[in-house]
């Protein structure tokens, strides 16, 4: 019987839930058995009651409601060190399980591929010291890894959506609903300040549904003389009788120079410009809380299926991969091709190198809705 642990490791996501209740479902109707790892890589490292077994009935279906991860998080440094991985190692090897499936970042992922590839090792070391039977390297010759993405970012290269997106997406529709009423009702102009520290995701889909007068992403920097663009445009919608005026920004957005623009120099410059009644409204964690939507609920349960089978039909020559969505299909792609192309990506947005960002980013037509709805002419 092969058994596999799951884990959800790095930012939570909404989604995780549904994901890791598929897992565990495909698993046992597959006749493997199935542990979740609490707390992340904390919980593979601690051993003891952090990794527990689960049953059909372990995760009932109202889990499925809930955003966030039920079996816990966190950040761990002690898996960046080797004996950290060492006491993972033996914690799997001594309840069995040779099959990790990982549901988080790119940090996640990379450190999953590390333990992978240390395996050998790692289970060496620990025979050497007594500490596990001198046959577990025959009986479990390698660690099966397969990963899920969960971001509410949508900031990873390799699958079309990543867990959690939608949701936020969903939140921040309906904040920007509650806003634009007050807003309407006072004519005023909110700058509205989203997820996205290197990926604009979030601020041009959010800022196309809302039909937002100004987006900024940081992905595409707006040319120099934005400001007096930007008033130009808020002030036409406001003389064709728009009762107030929403700005999306992502929160890290720049200028072509690669210079930061924060809302409240947006807000600044439409008091000083455009002469309008200007508010700040920063989303925060409330893009990452609360329910995941039908998509995400969706999309976890068909990758963490995907990513139990994925393991049932490895073996030991299987490449590791990610489960991704393409089109309306699951697929699997090399998991260090895609961690490789997202660090690419991040380097580049580092450097403001926006042409190779947007390369790998492929935000398809929106990047050309956007520009049509962002800059008037
Ligand atoms: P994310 O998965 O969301 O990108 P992090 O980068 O914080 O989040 O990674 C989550 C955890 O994964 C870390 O706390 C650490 O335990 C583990 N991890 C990340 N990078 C590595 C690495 N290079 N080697 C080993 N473990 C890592």
């Given at each position: 019987t092969k058994c596999i642990a799951v884990i959800t490791s790095g930012g939570d996501a909404q989604g995780m839930n549904a994901a890791v209740r598929a897992a565990v479902r495909m698993a046992i109707y597959n006749d493997a058995r199935v542990f979740a790892v609490h707390e992340g890589y904390q919980g593979l490292v601690e051993g003891e009651d952090f990794i527990k077994e689960m049953t059909w009935?372990?995760?009932?279906?109202?889990?499925?409601?809930?955003?966030?991860t039920i079996i816990g998080t966190a950040r761990c440094q002690?898996?960046?060190?080797k004996e950290g991985r060492i006491k993972a190692a033996k914690n799997l090897v001594g309840r069995g399980i040779s099959n990790l499936m990982v549901i988080g970042g790119d940090g996640s992922l990379t450190g999953a591929n590390l333990f992978r590839r240390e395996w050998t090792e790692l289970l060496t070391i620990l025979i050497e010291r007594g500490e596990i039977p001198e046959n577990s390297l025959i009986e479990y010759p390698v660690l099966n890894i397969v990963g899920l993405v969960g971001s509410?970012?949508?900031?990873?290269?390799?699958?079309k959506m990543t867990i959690g997106a939608d949701s936020a997406l969903h939140r921040i529709l309906e904040c920007a609903n509650a806003i634009i009423t007050t807003a309407s009702s006072h004519r005023r102009t909110f700058v509205l300040e989203v997820m996205g520290r290197r990926c604009g995701y979030l601020a041009l889909i959010s800022g196309l549904a809302i039909g937002a007068d100004w987006i900024f992403i940081p992905e595409v920097p707006p040319e120099d003389g934005w400001e007096e663009r930007m008033c130009a445009q808020l002030k036409a919608a406001r003389n064709v009788g728009n009762r107030l005026n929403i700005i999306v920004l992502a929160e890290g957005a720049v200028d072509i120079h690669g210079n930061a623009i924060t809302a409240e120099q947006v807000k600044q410059i439409l008091v000083k410009y455009a002469q309008q009644d200007t508010r700040i409204t920063v989303l925060g964690h409330v893009q990452r809380g609360g329910s995941p939507s039908a998509f995400d609920r969706i999309l976890g349960c068909r990758m963490g299926a995907e990513a139990v089978l994925s393991l049932l039909e490895s073996t030991v020559d299987t490449t590791p991969f990610v489960i991704g969505l393409q089109g309306n299909d699951m697929i699997r792609v090399p998991l260090m091709e895609c961690v490789e192309k997202t660090r690419n990506l991040a380097k580049a947005m580092d450097e403001h190198n926006f042409e190779a960002a947007l390369d790998l980013r492929n935000f398809g037509n929106t990047l050309s809705i956007f520009k049509g709805c962002n800059y008037y002419s």
């Amino acid at each position: 019987t092969k058994c596999i642990a799951v884990i959800t490791s790095g930012g939570d996501a909404q989604g995780m839930n549904a994901a890791v209740r598929a897992a565990v479902r495909m698993a046992i109707y597959n006749d493997a058995r199935v542990f979740a790892v609490h707390e992340g890589y904390q919980g593979l490292v601690e051993g003891e009651d952090f990794i527990k077994e689960m049953t059909w009935s372990n995760f009932l279906i109202v889990l499925i409601l809930k955003g966030g991860t039920i079996i816990g998080t966190a950040r761990c440094q002690e898996f960046r060190a080797k004996e950290g991985r060492i006491k993972a190692a033996k914690n799997l090897v001594g309840r069995g399980i040779s099959n990790l499936m990982v549901i988080g970042g790119d940090g996640s992922l990379t450190g999953a591929n590390l333990f992978r590839r240390e395996w050998t090792e790692l289970l060496t070391i620990l025979i050497e010291r007594g500490e596990i039977p001198e046959n577990s390297l025959i009986e479990y010759p390698v660690l099966n890894i397969v990963g899920l993405v969960g971001s509410i970012d949508n900031d990873f290269c390799g699958t079309k959506m990543t867990i959690g997106a939608d949701s936020a997406l969903h939140r921040i529709l309906e904040c920007a609903n509650a806003i634009i009423t007050t807003a309407s009702s006072h004519r005023r102009t909110f700058v509205l300040e989203v997820m996205g520290r290197r990926c604009g995701y979030l601020a041009l889909i959010s800022g196309l549904a809302i039909g937002a007068d100004w987006i900024f992403i940081p992905e595409v920097p707006p040319e120099d003389g934005w400001e007096e663009r930007m008033c130009a445009q808020l002030k036409a919608a406001r003389n064709v009788g728009n009762r107030l005026n929403i700005i999306v920004l992502a929160e890290g957005a720049v200028d072509i120079h690669g210079n930061a623009i924060t809302a409240e120099q947006v807000k600044q410059i439409l008091v000083k410009y455009a002469q309008q009644d200007t508010r700040i409204t920063v989303l925060g964690h409330v893009q990452r809380g609360g329910s995941p939507s039908a998509f995400d609920r969706i999309l976890g349960c068909r990758m963490g299926a995907e990513a139990v089978l994925s393991l049932l039909e490895s073996t030991v020559d299987t490449t590791p991969f990610v489960i991704g969505l393409q089109g309306n299909d699951m697929i699997r792609v090399p998991l260090m091709e895609c961690v490789e192309k997202t660090r690419n990506l991040a380097k580049a947005m580092d450097e403001h190198n926006f042409e190779a960002a947007l390369d790998l980013r492929n935000f398809g037509n929106t990047l050309s809705i956007f520009k049509g709805c962002n800059y008037y002419s």
